[in-house]
């Protein structure tokens, strides 16, 4: 009864019979006892009331009320309200103070007015304040204050930034077992963590802040857990960080958390919750989250391919700024896979990529605006970036601006210089050694020298390059630039018909047919000339309907070779004009078959 009776004549009272009541979870009446204190200014009770407001505890909650309340006990000295105000401060979550004037709060009107007034902030930090307010809690012994005051120091604007007085902030705070802290601390030891006793000190601090459960310290412990950078190097350990840190909300941890599922990092691999936890990532801004996901869909493997869903996630990564998405899905417009072929939006993408710094979405933009595709100044543009960067030593570069040059893609052609440039990088590219050797062969920019062209188009082929072994080839069946080799020719041939190249094919074709350094296969002839027949090409479709016309390869059907001979004449072959024609007559008043356009 005593206690009663004080507390309606005693603010201090009504602040401990408030207090008490809220750890008893009387939250509705603590409230009304609080803010009898709070209007009596007490700074404690006005903190408290603060709290209430913004934590919905035995009244409606409101945030700007909860600013309000807080900056009256900050201005009173309370050192926990000035942090708490700081940081609201610093995350755009207070109006400014001369927004703060409410006549209803101070006539006690409490919770139903401030519903009606105007509360709301736009979301921009406000620093200026923030500062202020982190300073006064950090000088009156505020670990979560000197943690505030650290993180402006570091990350707030430019004339505000110290990162020497930052450091020393952040250190009081780490020191007075301050989870945040103890994670400023880590990020400020970390810029000069060169060595390994001074990263051991980043990871140690690192692990406490992780030990508080703060999302952000869980993901970075992951990452140098999984590096093993300052500590053992342990990926079951580092997926198990990722995994706390993601349950948490972090989207770059559920984004290292789902790959870990996705390839069995440190964890036992399962695709269906690694996609799950990316697309979590993605769906919270994580652009490379988003990337890996229309990844996963276009490529197919432990999940079924579905280019319609990855040009979706490309499209989100791209529009966050990650440059490999949006070259990813200008080539879905290029090849129309999941989505409508449209070289134009494929440009679209591609130049988005390029201007990012994509070197190969540079080259891929460059082979469009060959083919004529493209905006008016694209063609300058990809001459404009691969000369600056062949002018810097890039070989790559070189070989691309020696192409612009040698196809006039920018630049008025000028295959003197374009030889130049291409020799530069033949040094280093397998492409520059076969265009290079092209144009000594066939005396573009420079004197023909076959010889030497043979050999560099020869070193080409020997890594692999298809239109090289496709070049070689030719040079040995013909013998230019040194002996002939038709067993050699063929061996080059095969590579290259085995990747699709279809000049291969047909070259394959005419060698079996017979007149070459091989036995004559016709069997085999009209194999090949189908497969490169059914690629579009020509004079294979002119060759298979001769074949089929006469039997050469044991079998006739007329109906087929009209087929490909009326294909043949529609891709403007005259040639197979003739041969459509004979066709009525018998096979035996046909003249035999000559395939002497290897290559074409």
Known sequence: ????????????????????????????????????????????????????????????????DGARWLDRAATHGHVEAQSMLATLLLHGLAAPRQNWSDPAIERGAGAAAS??????????????????????????GSADGQAVLGYILTSGPEDMRD????????????????????????????????DEARQQKVSEWLRQAAQAGLPTALYLLGVITERGVGVAGDKAAAADLFRQAAIKGNRSAQARWGLALLEGQGVQANAQEGESWLRKAALAGDPEAAALVGDLYAKGGALPPNYAEAAMWFRRASEAGHKGASRALGMLYLTGAGVPRDPQEAAHWLRISAQAGDSKARVDLA????????????????????????????????FNFGVCLAEGIGVERDERKAAEWLRRAADG????????????????????????????????????????EVAMGELLLNGRGGPRDHAGALTLFERAAGRGHVGAMFALGAMHGGGHEIPTDRATAQRWFRAAAERGHAYAQMMLGRYLTRSLAGEQHLDQARVWLDRAVAQGLEEARGDLAALPRASAQIPEPEAQAVGR
């Open 1 to 64: 009864m005593l206690d009663r009776l004080t507390w309606t004549v005693s603010p201090r009272a009504a602040l401990r019979r408030g207090i008490r009541l809220t750890e008893r979870g009387k939250l509705p009446r603590a409230f009304h006892l609080l803010s009898r204190a709070a209007r009596a200014g007490v700074a404690e009770a006005e903190y408290r009331v603060g709290r209430c407001y913004l934590e919905g505890a035995g009244v409606p909650p409101s945030r700007g």
């Open 115 to 140: 519903l009606f007034s105007s509360n709301q902030t736009d979301g921009k930090p406000d620093f200026a304040s923030a500062l202020k307010w982190a300073r006064l809690a950090a000088d009156g």
């Open 163 to 194: 990162l020497e007085a930052a450091r020393r902030w952040y250190r009081c705070s780490a020191e007075a077992a301050c989870p945040q802290g103890a994670l400023g601390y880590a990020l400020a030891l970390a810029r000069e963590a060169a």
């Open 367 to 398: 082979n469009l605006v060959l083919q004529g595709t493209g905006e008016a100044g694209d063609a300058v543009r990809t001459r404009t970036w691969f000369e600056n960067a062949a002018a810097s030593g890039d070989l790559v570069a070189a």
């Open 429 to 468: 590219v397998v492409n520059a050694q076969y265009w290079y050797g092209r144009m000594l062969v066939e005396g573009r920019g420079l004197d023909a020298n076959v010889e030497e062209g043979r050999l560099w188009i020869g070193r080409a082929a020997e890594v692999g390059m298809v239109e090289a």
